[in-house]
T-cell receptor, first 111, second 111 residues
């Protein structure tokens, strides 16, 4: 495996469910990111982790809970989501200020 | 005013055409600019990365930045059907953690 890998690729969940998105990067980068991509909107930065420490929380609702156990793995824990949370969730990594490398995303549908 | 404005299109051109994709930005602190290409059901991939005003060329692609007018462009020469994708412009400054994206332009190159 190379690059940034995200699982699952697709996820359908009810509003009362709890699920987690997983991201793994094989690039040796020191920073990892969660972005939300909705139709007709720019990519929205959600969270940033630098050397496992969270350095950015972009006013994200508490129903999204990130976890970064090490510099290669990033999780996004989801609970009691709303239908408007349906979107493509992208994970990315970078080394310092180098350009972001994205995974292929998890397409989330909240019913 | 949104920090990065990008016409979402869609833009449809015949094969072999020269394509011009444009963005404007409002944040004077932006120091570097990127163009990402995103195929359907994939994550964005870095296409071009520029750090200053002027042109940068890579094969059929040319990125142009004019900091005085806060205008960035991507030109595609001899466009191919494989160039059909959504193109995202982005600007950042100081730290890569604050990369700001445009909405993306959907391009279709018809054979």
């Amino acid at each position: 495996e190379t690059g940034v890998t995200q699982t699952p690729r697709h996820l359908v969940m009810g509003m009362t469910n709890k699920k987690s998105l997983k991201c793994e990067q094989h690039l040796g980068h020191n920073a990892m990111y969660w972005y939300k991509q909705s139709a007709k909107k720019p990519l929205e930065l959600m969270f940033v982790y630098n050397f496992k420490e969270q350095t950015e929380n972009n006013s994200v609702p508490s129903r999204f809970s990130p976890e970064c156990p090490n510099s290669s793995h990033l999780f996004l824990h989801l609970h009691t989501l709303q239908p408007e949370d349906s979107a493509l969730y992208l994970c990315a990594s970078s080394q310092d200020t180098s350009p972001l490398h994205f995974g292929n995303g998890t397409r989330l549908t909240v019913t | 005013q949104k920090e990065v404005e990008q016409d979402p299109g869609p833009l449809s051109v015949p094969e072999g055409a020269i394509v011009s994709l444009n963005c404007t930005y409002s944040n004077s602190a932006f120091q570097y600019f990127m163009w990402y290409r995103q195929y359907s059901r994939k994550g964005p991939e870095l296409l071009m990365y520029t750090y200053s005003s002027g042109n940068k060329e890579d094969g059929r692609f040319t990125a142009q930045v004019d900091k005085s007018s806060k205008y960035i462009s991507l030109f595609i020469r001899d466009s191919q059907p494989s160039d059909s994708a959504t193109y995202l412009c982005a600007g950042g400054g100081g730290s890569n953690y604050k990369l700001t994206f445009g909405k993306g332009t959907l391009l279709t190159v018809n054979p």
